[in-house]
């Protein structure tokens, strides 16, 4: 079922211009039970200088969906069809169509992956200079010494660390959450127009974690970046989001502005999974656990995914999977009953 | 007043970190100074984030690391210092919950084996019948049925929460009266960790069991332990300890009131208009190098020098239950 | 309880089930094991039955001399006329005998000695390590050459002295498999729970030792071929005629490389080892797949 993607739509979302858009995609990978379908016919837009949060639990498909995006998946992990269309520096670039040399030339330089563990993305043997020279060199090979220092230089500020001490250092030398800035840095190093964090601060302390959001916020303002934000914590959706994507069994369920997902959500698991999260502040407020389990994303039922722990599902819902709906303006939900539905109303 | 069924006076668990063959050895110390009391059907949530000392303190009220300084009281009695049958019986009755369902169970054993060995062990069966419908009947009582479906099992062949309920069930099966959960639902998926907190708490109603629930989620610390009391850690030591609300909606020490501001909540209006609290530092001390006087002061807002990373202040009594080591608060 | 049907296996058959029926069928499962373990079975025959149904040629007759394979003589004839095939097939005990002995004792020292020190830790532990280190600084062959000039070396106490040399390096690996399983949660669980030393040493630990311990005999089995076929090749060890590596020492001096038909002299035992080794290795496959459950089809 695609979603419509209509001109109408764009007009909709005002001057708003898009950057990346994902048509249909498909991605699978080859497991030794079988085949798990990871996202499924997904399609979205991202608008430029938007903080987008793909929000979902394990088995969800929002890191493979970012993954996908770069085209930077995993071994057994591959896109089985579907398209994705980069709007960037005045061209429409269909990455998948582009040779392996083109698209790493394309990664980095037009967007960036800020990776979980930030022990992955460096290089334990090498000071950090050593590393963001080597990544500058590597994407243009013509930049100079200088030049590149004055760049690492100029983004670790950014990231409020010091840089002498810092470029001296190893990533061991680092704290954790040095690391994670640092890793930020480095994937702003050739001036993306899009970055794509994967659950950046689930290794990190609370009070860290504060910082690098706020941190984040900074510097979307400051360089006008796109941002794909991944993560299973809906606390940090409400936290730092523009727009939310909430995804479920390899499909988004439901995408709208990050108001209306908490305050008017209109799909049954986006509203149970407000309900079932411990709220520090409000006391007396009861939570619901949701019945039931994640699908097996080998063998999935029939129909909606999410029939089997809905609390509302009709024997329609157990049948026939429903098709991206519109709402309201910019809001996409993807379940049979939404209109006749009153959550939390 | 009801006597405390565990307690902890004065726990310190320092570690020696060797600095290379011949480097020298430093001292690190996890836990410092930890005092708690914990009452039958009691909830005591330990939360800080990591390296606070929360899990070591966990393991040390459970027996299962020896403290450097300091007691654990078991029913009054130094459980290090106990005869055999007295340590039998604390043995017994103080179970844990571990944070990762994949690592807690063994690989190579079937669900019954996990299961049946402390039936076995402990005399409460005798018979392989007898065991089997135990098990069974354990299985039941944490949600997994039809126990047929577990029973003959590998633990690689459950999902993560159905692994977190068997190691529930097992914890459960020597019917103990305190259980050390570790961060039980961190690596659960939201979607179902509320199941094994309600789960929790029904065993709780039911058999009477008393929880020390050790997380860095002070939102779910809250909600597990509303009824009793919570205790923040940092760098070891307790800052604040109280009943759970009022630790929570009105914190006094400066520490608490900065984790708080900084928790996002899934409420996008509240969350944006929480102000942070500015810290003086962005770095966090490493146990190697614990500050002088009061650990927070470096990074602490409302640090007076000269006082604060002279001396270490230790917990003030504000009133109902209420206490707090923080220099602000007097003497 | 509903869970009536499934006692109603007794005992007996459980056993048979899990110690038998399971094992045989990841076997026929895992194509490479399968293979291996028919070549084993092979060999095993090869060694306890062969001799008695295969007549041992003894006879010089050098008119036969290096006859190429045939349906008398399916390896072809040696160097003074007598049955390759046969030589093959009455070698093989000696072989077979002294690797398997060999390789049973490195394992059950090794894991013995590992397990202790892992689990124990502590002044044992160290203890241990530096029997082990001393003993690993023993240079094996050498010590085997020197050892056989002085006295005689027959199966037994050539099988002991391999099985003694080896142990020091599977006892190391054994050592840091049970310290990393150790300091697993269910472990400490296992302590919560009051099971007892014995109990978990045996039933929580072992198990999770059991698949490396089963490769690991293997592996030094066909380690101690090697070093047994060795020290015959070299001719430091008494020998019989037909033994593997008295053969490749007579087929090597009596020039057997150099004619189309004497090749099949020297490569008879060659191929015979390798054949050992390959199924061997292949059966291992399968074997990790019996004794660690999460291989299966999960």
């Not at chain 1, 840095?185 to 690098?212: G, R, S, V, W």
């Not at chain 2, 009281?73 to 340590?87: A, D, F, H, P, V």
């Not at chain 3, 101690?224 to 490749?248: C, D, E, K, R, T």
Request: aromatic share 8%; glycine share 6%.
């Amino acid at each position: 079922m695609a979603q419509a993607l209509e001109v109408g739509e764009k007009a909709e979302a005002g001057s708003r211009e898009v950057v990346l858009s994902v048509r249909n995609l498909n991605v699978e990978y080859r497991a030794q039970r079988g085949v798990v379908k990871a996202v499924r016919d997904v399609s979205l837009d991202v608008y430029k200088g938007e903080i987008l949060f793909l929000v979902g639990e394990s088995g969800s498909g929002k890191s493979t969906l970012g993954y996908a995006v770069m085209n930077i998946l995993p071994s057994p992990g591959y896109i089985r069809s579907g398209d994705i269309v980069y709007y960037v520096g005045g061209r429409e670039v269909h990455i998948l169509k582009l040779s392996q040399e083109e698209q790493r030339r394309f990664r980095w330089k037009h967007v960036a992956m800020v990776f979980q563990s930030a022990l992955n993305a460096l290089n334990p043997t090498l000071r950090i200079w050593d590393q963001l020279y080597d990544t500058i060199r590597a994407h243009d090979h013509h930049i100079s010494r200088e030049k590149a220092f004055e760049k690492a230089k100029y983004l670790l500020e950014m990231v409020r660390l010091e840089p002498e001490r810092i470029l001296r250092s190893y990533p061991h030398q680092l704290s954790g959450g040095q690391r994670q800035r640092v890793v930020i840095a480095m994937a702003l190093l050739l001036d993306p127009e899009i970055l794509i964090l994967d659950e950046p601060t689930t290794a990190l302390d609370i009070l860290t974690q504060k910082n690098i959001i706020e941190l984040l916020k900074g510097i979307r303002e400051k360089l006008g970046l796109t941002m794909i934000f991944i993560t299973h914590d809906l606390s940090l959706a409400a936290e730092l989001a523009d727009r939310v994507a909430v995804m479920y069994a390899g499909k988004i369920v439901e995408l709208a502005d990050v108001y209306t997902i908490f305050y008017r959500p209109k799909h049954p698991y986006t509203y149970a999974l407000i309900k079932t999260i411990p709220k520090l502040s409000s006391v007396e407020e009861k939570l619901y656990p949701i019945p039931g389990s994640p699908p097996d994303m080998i063998n999935l039922p029939p129909g909606c995914k999410f029939h089997p722990r809905c609390p509302y599902a009709t024997t329609r819902c157990a049948r026939e999977e429903p098709r991206w709906e519109r709402v309201a303006d910019g809001h996409f939900v993807l379940c049979h009953r939404w209109r006749e539905l009153s959550l939390g109303e | 007043m009801p006597e405390p069924i565990l307690e902890l006076r004065h726990v310190s668990k320092a570690f020696r970190v060797g600095a290379g063959f011949l480097g020298p050895k430093k001292l690190a110390k996890a836990v410092d100074d930890v005092s708690f009391e914990l009452y039958e059907r009691d909830t005591l949530a330990l939360v800080g984030e990591s390296g606070c000392g929360k899990t070591t303190t966990g393991k040390i009220a459970a027996g299962l690391y020896k403290p450097t300084e300091g007691e654990v009281l078991y029913k009054g009695k130094n459980i290090w210092r106990m005869s055999r049958e007295e340590w039998r019986e604390y043995r017994r009755n103080v179970q844990i919950i571990h944070q990762d369902p994949y690592a807690s169970l063994n690989p190579m054993l079937t669900i019954y084996a996990s299961l049946s060995a402390p039936l076995f062990r402990h005399k409460i069966v005798e018979s392989k019948e007898e065991a089997v419908d135990k098990v069974a009947e354990l299985l039941e009582m944490v949600g997994l049925t039809p126990p047929e479906d577990f029973i003959w099992k590998y633990p690689h062949q459950l999902s993560g929460g159905q692994r977190q309920r068997v190691v529930i069930a097992r914890a459960m099966s020597l019917n103990p009266k305190i259980i050390v959960a570790d961060e039980p639902v961190s690596m659960i998926d939201v979607s179902m960790r509320l199941q094994i907190l309600h789960l929790m708490k029904e065993l709780q109603e039911k058999f009477g069991v008393a929880y020390i629930f050790i997380t860095h989620d002070l939102a779910t610390g809250r909600y597990f332990a509303s009824d009793g009391r919570t205790a923040v850690m940092y760098l070891g030591s307790i800052v604040e300890y109280g009943p759970t609300n009022e630790v929570i909606l009105n914190p006094q020490h400066p520490y608490t009131k900065a984790l708080l501001s900084a928790i996002p909540e899934p409420d996008p209006e509240k969350t944006r208009k929480k102000q942070p609290m500015k810290l003086r530092s962005l770095d966090v001390p490493s146990l190697l190098h614990i500050p002088s006087g009061c650990k927070f002061h470096p990074r602490c807002p409302f640090y007076k020098p000269g006082l604060c990373d002279a001396k270490k202040p230790s917990l003030i009594d504000l009133g109902g239950g209420h206490r707090v080591a923080c220099w602000l608060y007097g003497e | 309880m509903s869970v009536k049907h499934r006692r109603r296996k007794s005992k007996a058959r459980r056993a048979l089930e899990s110690y038998l029926i399971v094992p045989l069928k990841v076997i026929v499962r895992n194509k490479a094991g399968l293979f291996g373990f028919i070549g084993i079975i092979i060999y095993v025959l090869m060694a306890t039955v062969g001799p008695m149904v295969v007549p041992l040629d003894n006879q010089p007759k050098p008119n036969q001399m290096y006859l190429p394979p045939s349906w008398q003589h399916p390896l072809g004839t040696d160097s003074e006329g007598r049955d390759i095939f046969s030589q093959i097939v009455h070698g093989s005990r000696d072989v077979l005998f002294v690797a398997f002995l060999a390789g049973v004792i490195t394992v059950v020292i090794a894991t013995l000695l590992g397990t202790v020190a892992g689990f124990k830790g502590g002044l044992v532990d160290a203890t241990i390590m530096a029997v082990d280190d001393i003993l690993l600084t023993i240079p094996q062959f050498p010590l085997l050459s020197v050892l056989s000039a002085v006295m005689r070396l027959d199966n037994l106490l050539l099988a002991t002295i391999i099985g003694v040399l080896s142990w020091p390096a599977l006892a190391r690996a054994i050592r840091s498999q049970v310290l990393s399983v150790k300091s697993r949660d269910f472990i400490e669980a296992a302590r919560a729970l009051d099971l007892g030393t014995r109990h978990i040493v045996f039933v929580e630990i072992m198990p999770n030792l059991m698949s490396y311990v089963v490769v690991s005999l293997i592996f030094a089995m066909t380690g101690a071929i090697y070093a047994q076929v060795g020290l015959v090749f070299l001719g430091l060890v008494p020998f019989q005629s037909q033994n593997w590596g008295v053969m490749i020492n007579l087929a090597w001096t009596r020039g057997a490389i150099f004619f189309k038909n004497s090749i099949w002299y020297i490569l008879s035992p060659i191929v015979a080892i390798a054949g050992f080794q390959l199924s061997a290795i292949m059966f291992s496959r399968a074997l990790e797949e019996i004794f660690n459950p999460r291989l299966r089809e999960g």
